[in-house]
T-cell receptor
């Protein structure tokens, strides 16, 4: 799986959009970009994934650059419950393979 | 979404004793389950892959005789930490995958916090 680079931490005001970047310059053509998050002392939770098109679901949006070397996870209206560590993972298929977790981004949503 | 449970959620044991942690997929069959370990302020590290009906595959550096994994059914995998020592104190998390075509999500349990005194 390709390596990813994320900022160590970010702050966001409650109600504002949280934009979490991820660099994955060595991603291969058939690898997907996945995002999971881990709220303190809980198991990780899937958020969203994409191959090359932008994706949106009820939790977040995923913007992938045209060259696929970076992506941004967007939480449109962050709440205090979104405070967590967010992991950007590049994988062929997390539904079939173990995940390789980097250090992730610790997002602190401020009231 | 699919639910994975772990039991116990936390356990304290004395050094030298063994502890068993259960991981169950509650509403789907999981041909494969994974066991991860997370030390304080660190990321999750894969320990082993558990396949139903076969021996587990351990990651490099993980002692298979110390961390016994049994995946006896499609809904249950167990991790037994044998002769536990304080350095085994950690947050143990399992995950499960349905093994269905097109499945993309991995489902994680809530974790088990082990403290060895």
């Amino acid at each position: 799986d390709a390596k990813t680079t994320q900022p160590t931490s970010m702050d966001c005001a409650e109600g504002r959009a949280a934009n979490l970047p991820c660099n994955h310059s060595t991603i291969s053509g058939n690898e997907y970009v996945y995002w999971y998050r881990q709220i303190h002392s809980q198991g990780p939770q899937y958020i969203i994934h994409g191959l090359k098109n932008n994706e949106t679901n009820e939790m977040a949006s995923l913007i992938i650059t045209e060259d696929r070397k970076s992506s941004t996870l967007i939480l449109p209206h962050a709440t205090l419950r979104d405070t967590a560590v967010y992991y950007c993972i590049v994988s062929l298929d997390t539904g079939r393979r173990a995940l390789t977790f980097g250090s992730g981004t610790r997002l602190q949503v401020q009231p | 979404g699919a639910v994975v449970s772990q039991h116990p959620s936390w356990v304290i044991c004395k050094s030298g004793t063994s502890v068993k942690i259960e991981c169950r997929s509650l509403d789907f069959q999981a041909t494969t389950m994974f066991w991860y370990r997370q030390f304080p302020k660190q990321s999750l590290m894969l320990m082993a892959t558990s396949n139903e009906g076969s021996k587990a595959t351990y990651e490099q550096g993980v002692e298979k005789d110390k961390f016994l994994i049994n995946h006896a059914s499609l809904t249950l995998s167990t991790l037994t930490v044998t002769s536990a020592h304080p350095e085994d104190s950690s947050f143990y998390i399992c995950s499960a995958i349905p093994g269905l075509a097109g499945a993309y999500e991995q489902y994680f349990g809530p974790g088990t916090r082990l403290t060895v005194t």
